[in-house]
């Protein structure tokens, strides 16, 4: 029986983990597509370098070509990240009639729906199951499990990286620094890491679980994008004083008339929240359907064997589908056209810290800034600080609509009472 011939294209923390699968569970992969599975060519950058698995040595190459145009290479696995190159590579392996597989979200959140009309256009597949939230089967979800219900909302922890630091932050005490020096050892940051913690790769997701879960073109633009980067220690322990904790958290929302918004950015969450409760390099996605209700999704988001699982899953759809012959057929295109929430439209709870200067009625002043724009507080609280002749203010407010919220801020910064915004979070309450 002729085997599955397999071009793998980089061998790092999930190449290597793509390598390991194969190879360990061959006797199930063989009884799931009917033949063996080979790995044929593996595209590295440093054909010398030490490697986790024993390969031998003719098996690497520094030339795509020798994958690209290899007529026996049925199916190309792409896990070498970067954008511009790749995609020109992948589209090179399309155009050859090779099926692809992908763990790039970088690429697949711009370039997504080019290549997965390419590949339609060649009757080849196109699969990207481990460029969301790692081996947790999300994108197969929405686009199998839930393909019969309207997706109404989407949330979730989808970046290893950043969850693992605030975790180890909140938790362990331990530095940013250190943190994020740990997840790179760890391998789940990207190689660099600024993506990750300025919440870029988060929303790269998003765009493509709203781009899917809600069938409509959402791009990377359309993702309110902050990151991680100046959440303080004092931050994570106010919040948690106040019974919250602080998560990226990537929200995607439609209302009943299907305007959309999407977002990542820190967030406080109650300590009983089921996300509240996705630690280290975890991830979950909660998804709301309006027929099947609440489900949650929970995995690894990030690291060798879970995201290598993701992909080889993919392969195997991809043998099922040469062995049915029907590849390249189970892309369906967005069916709504897009349309954004504006800021008068998307409400949410805030919390906000200020330090101000410690006088009579400024406290009272604050609270008519926002009584002005019909603002009315959760909690408050005004804390002396020691041995100056300033307080911080520390509050959370009830539901309001974002430009609001925005406009008591422009607001705050002319008070000349207010000497620093320290900073200010969206707050989640329950899940629907
Ligand atoms: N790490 C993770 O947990 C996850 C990663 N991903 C995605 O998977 C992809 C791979 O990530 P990861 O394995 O962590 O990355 P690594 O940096 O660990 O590995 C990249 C591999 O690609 C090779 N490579 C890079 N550029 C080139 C090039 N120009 N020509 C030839 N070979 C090249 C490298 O070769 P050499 O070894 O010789 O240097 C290396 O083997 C990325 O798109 C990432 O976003 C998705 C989900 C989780
Ligand atoms: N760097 C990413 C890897 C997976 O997508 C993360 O930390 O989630
Ligand atoms: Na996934």
Redesign the pocket.
């Known amino acids: 029986m002729k085997p599955i011939s397999i071009g793998l294209?980089?061998?790092?923390?999930?190449?290597t983990g793509v390598v390991k699968i194969i190879s360990n569970h061959q006797d199930k992969l063989m009884h799931q597509v009917g033949c063996p599975v080979e790995i044929k060519k593996i595209?590295?950058?440093?054909l010398v370098?030490e490697r986790d698995v024993t390969i031998p040595s003719d098996m690497l190459t520094?030339s795509?070509d020798d994958i690209i145009y290899d007529p026996e290479i049925d199916v190309v696995i792409e896990?070498?990240?970067?954008v511009e190159?790749t995609r020109k590579l992948l589209l090179q392996a399309l155009n050859n009639k090779k099926h692809v597989v992908t763990?790039?979200?970088?690429?697949m959140a711009v370039y997504g729906p080019e290549l997965l009309s390419v590949a339609s256009r060649n009757g080849c597949d196109l699969f990207y199951e481990?460029?969301v939230a790692?081996g947790i089967p999300i994108l197969r979800g929405l686009t199998d499990g839930l393909a019969s219900d309207r997706i109404t909302k989407m949330m979730g922890i989808v970046n290893?990286t950043t969850n693992y630091i605030l975790t180890k932050m909140c938790k362990e005490k331990l530095s940013y620094t250190e943190a994020l020096k740990r997840a790179q050892e760890l391998?789940?940051a990207?190689?660099d890491p600024t993506a990750d913690v300025g919440g870029l790769d988060a929303a790269r997701k998003m765009a493509i679980l709203a781009t899917l879960g809600f069938s409509m073109t959402i791009d990377l633009d359309d993702v309110k994008v902050l990151g991680i980067t100046e959440v303080s220690d004092e931050d994570l322990a106010f919040s948690q004083k106040l019974g919250y904790t602080v998560k990226l958290i990537g929200l995607a929302q439609r209302c009943k008339e299907d305007k959309v918004e999407v977002s990542v950015e820190p967030t406080l969450l109650p300590i009983d929240h089921p996300l509240a409760m996705v630690n280290d390099e975890y991830n979950a996605v909660y998804v709301y359907g309006e027929a099947v209700g609440e489900t949650m999704f929970y995995g690894p988001?990030?690291?060798?064997l879970p995201?290598a699982t993701a992909v080889v899953s993919d392969l195997v759809a991809v043998m099922k589908n040469m062995r049915l012959g029907v590849n390249g057929s189970s892309a369906v295109l967005p069916q709504f056209e897009k349309r954004l929430k504006t800021a008068e439209e998307i409400c949410g709870k805030h919390f906000l810290r200020l330090r101000v200067k410690d006088e009579v009625g400024v406290f009272a002043q604050i609270t008519s800034i926002f009584a002005e724009d019909g603002i009315s507080f959760e909690k408050i609280m005004q804390l002396p600080i020691k041995g100056e002749q300033a307080s911080e203010i520390v509050l959370i407010s009830h539901d309001a609509p974002l430009a609001n919220f925005e406009r008591v801020l422009k607001k705050l910064r002319t008070y000349d009472k207010v000497e620093e915004i320290k900073s200010t979070y969206k707050v989640e309450g329950g899940l629907v």
């Open positions: 294209l980089g061998l790092g923390t999930v190449g595209l590295v950058k440093d370098k520094i795509s896990v070498i990240g970067g190159e763990a790039n979200k970088d690429l481990a460029s790692g290893g391998g789940f990207e190689s988001g990030a690291g060798s995201t």
